[in-house]
T-cell receptor
Framework: DAKTTQPPSMDCAEGRAANLPCNHSTISGNEYVYWYRQIHSQGPQYIIHGLKNNETNEMASLIITEDRKSSTLILPHATLRDTAVYYC???????????????FGQGTILTVHP | SAVISQKPSRDICQRGTSLTIQCQVDSQVTMMFWYRQQPGQSLTLIAT?????????ESGFVIDKFPISRPNLTFSTLTVSNMSPEDSSIYLC????????????????FGPGTRLTVL
């Protein structure tokens, strides 16, 4: 799976949008971009994923650049409960030999403050 | 959404002993995964547990140290054998599940983890 690069930490004010960047310049054509987060003392939680189109769900939006070498996770209205470590992961989709395995980097520690 | 539970949630063990961690998924899954998260670190995949075949271990992990069972499509165990303080970690199981029409098949769910401390 392609390697990802994320800033080690970010701050965000409550109620504002949190924009978390991720670089994945070696991503290949059959690899998806996934985002997970891990709130303290809990297991990781799936947020969103995409291949090449921008995606939105009830939790977040995912913006993938046209060349797919980077992406941004957007939490539109961050709350204190969004304080967590956010992991950007690139992996093959269903049918790939390593499907299901997740390679976690160090992630970005997002702190949402009042 | 799918629910994955683990037992025990935490334990404190003596050096040289073994601990078996149980993972239960509320739906049938082909693959289950075991991860380790050492203090202050990210998650590292230990092995893939497939029902009906031996587990596949990642580099740096061996079956003698981390034997895994997978008796059916909803259950797996991970044993941490002959423990040392370096084994103190959070151990998490995970499975990709199709939890219903609303969820993408590609979502992967994690259990709450088992926090192990070895003295």
């Amino acid at each position: 799976d392609a390697k990802t690069t994320q800033p080690p930490s970010m701050d965000c004010a409550e109620g504002r949008a949190a924009n978390l960047p991720c670089n994945h310049s070696t991503i290949s054509g059959n690899e998806y971009v996934y985002w997970y987060r891990q709130i303290h003392s809990q297991g990781p939680q799936y947020i969103i994923h995409g291949l090449k189109n921008n995606e939105t769900n009830e939790m977040a939006s995912l913006i993938i650049t046209e060349d797919r070498k980077s992406s941004t996770l957007i939490l539109p209205h961050a709350t204190l409960r969004d304080t967590a470590v956010y992991y950007c992961i690139v992996r093959v989709g269903p049918g790939g030999t390593s499907y299901g395995k997740l390679t976690f980097g160090q992630g970005t520690i997002l702190t949402v403050h009042p | 959404s799918a629910v994955i539970s683990q037992k025990p949630s935490r334990d404190i063990c003596q050096r040289g002993t073994s601990l078996t961690i149980q993972c239960q998924v509320d739906s049938q899954v082909t693959m289950m995964f075991w991860y380790r998260q050492q203090p202050g670190q990210s998650l590292t995949l230990i092995a893939t547990a497939n029902q009906g075949s031996e587990a596949t271990y990642e580099s740096g992990f061996v079956i003698d140290k981390f034997p895994i069972s997978r008796p059916n499509l909803t259950f797996s165990t991970l044993t941490v054998s002959n423990m040392s303080p370096e084994d103190s970690s959070i151990y998490l199981c995970s499975a990709p599940t199709s939890g219903g029409a609303r969820l993408s098949y590609n979502e992967q769910f994690f259990g709450p983890g088992t926090r192990l401390t070895v003295l």
